[in-house]
């Protein structure tokens, strides 16, 4: 059974829409990245700069920086949804179930945030904050309302791998019936506690992230949103593949030997029933800390003979519970009609390659490929040992 990605609501550092991200996507542009000192620490974050649209008719406890993203990607999705709603409910004669699933890890914290500063200084807490805001479920209950989804609505926090999770989640609902249309995506904001909190990790970097590097010393924190609608409906672009493992090697450092990667990859190529050769490139999780990219080259290069691979957060920042489906979203771009002349994306060097770590196939300006893309898969990692491997591939409906 096959299920489709019918369109994709895409917004971060990088754009605010899905032709703008693609083109800054392809040319590494990596000056959306900047320098901030707000959080507390000095760092480089990947921040929304687009006019974020108002929520205040939404009500107090809906208006948050998540659902504000989560509306930037939703309208991208909205026009798709609707046509898939009236073809669906033509095609089945009956009233749909229309399900969401969305990953976070932030969700409206950074109004709590904010909200307590204030209760510290005056000792009440901001007119319109409600504890609500920062559910993990917020988001999903936000974008159904939007949707007017009548099915499964809820949302996934399983750190790094959230959305990819929100993603497999959704196809489990359409394949047991469960759902005719489900939203499936993730979103995350920036917050002190995601910034502070990794810092106190020893994770952040001071300056611009450098995955694979031999310089490298750890990840810039972004944030942003992606929304994609997935049916049975044929479409372009198809979720053929998943795997997911728990190695449960440590609460937050990923097991040395990526034994838990290498299965979830390994799961995904079997589910699509796809060899390690069918696989035209690889969105890496490459985070730019020391032990997950040593990890990661490990966890490739066992799988994988010389497939070309990229890592984006050096470009748009690591979205946390949204990376995974922002990931999967810059793969749906590249196999879309919207890249034009078959492009890969490329890694930016300022640093060396580490040769200590296992080889791969990273494309570097002076390395391009001319195979053309039909199948990409994307990699997301969380604490806890939790793996997430997606694979997306070019359906072209009849």
């Not at 196999?335 to 890969?344: A, E, M, T, V």
Request: one cysteine or more.
């Amino acid at each position: 059974m096959s299920i489709y990605l019918n369109e994709l609501g895409l917004v971060c550092a990088l754009g605010k829409d899905k032709k703008t991200v693609l083109t800054h996507f392809l040319a590494g542009e990596q000056g959306f990245m900047k320098a901030d000192s707000s959080f507390g620490i000095n760092t480089v974050i990947g921040k929304v700069t687009a006019k974020l649209p108002d929520l205040s008719t939404f009500g107090d406890y809906q208006n948050s920086r998540n659902n504000q993203l989560a509306l930037l990607a939703f309208e991208q999705i909205s026009e798709k949804l609707k046509q898939l709603i009236v073809k669906l409910g033509d095609e089945k004669k009956r009233p749909l179930n229309i399900a969401v699933v969305i990953g976070t890890s932030t969700s409206g914290i950074a109004s709590g945030e904010q909200s307590m500063q204030q209760y510290l200084a005056s000792g009440k807490h901001e007119k319109n904050y409600h504890y609500a805001m920062q559910e993990m479920g917020a988001t999903a209950e936000f974008i159904a309302k939007l949707a007017k989804a009548n099915a499964s609505v809820y949302g996934i926090s399983t750190a790094c791998t959230s959305s990819a999770k929100a993603l497999i989640s959704g196809q489990r609902l359409l394949e047991n019936g469960l759902a005719d249309i489900v939203i499936a995506g993730g979103v995350d904001s920036l917050c002190k506690m995601t910034v502070n909190g990794f810092n106190a990790l020893a994770s952040i970097s001071a300056s611009h992230t450098l995955p694979f590097q031999a310089q490298r010393c750890g990840i810039n924190i972004g944030e942003g949103a992606a929304l994609f609608v997935m049916s049975q409906s044929a479409d372009d672009i198809a979720l053929t593949g998943f795997g997911e493992t728990s190695d449960a090697h440590h609460i937050s450092a990923p097991h040395p030997d990526g034994d838990g990667a290498s299965q979830a990859m390994l799961a995904a190529l079997e589910s699509a029933d796809l060899s390690a050769s069918d696989i035209s490139y690889i969105n890496l999780h490459g985070t730019g800390t020391v032990q997950n990219d040593a990890m990661e080259a490990k966890a490739v290069a066992k799988v994988f003979d010389a497939t070309p691979c990229t890592a984006s957060k050096q470009l748009h920042g690591h979205c946390l519970g949204a990376a995974g489906a922002i990931e999967a979203g810059l793969c749906w771009l590249l196999l879309s009609d919207l890249n034009k002349g078959n492009h890969y994306p490329v890694m930016n060097f300022f640093g060396d390659l580490d040769t200590n770590i296992a080889p791969i196939n990273l494309i570097a300006k002076n390395s391009p490929t001319n195979k053309t893309l039909r199948h990409c898969m994307s990699n997301s990692y969380a604490f806890g040992g939790n793996n997430a491997s997606l694979i997306l591939s070019v359906e072209k409906a009849n």
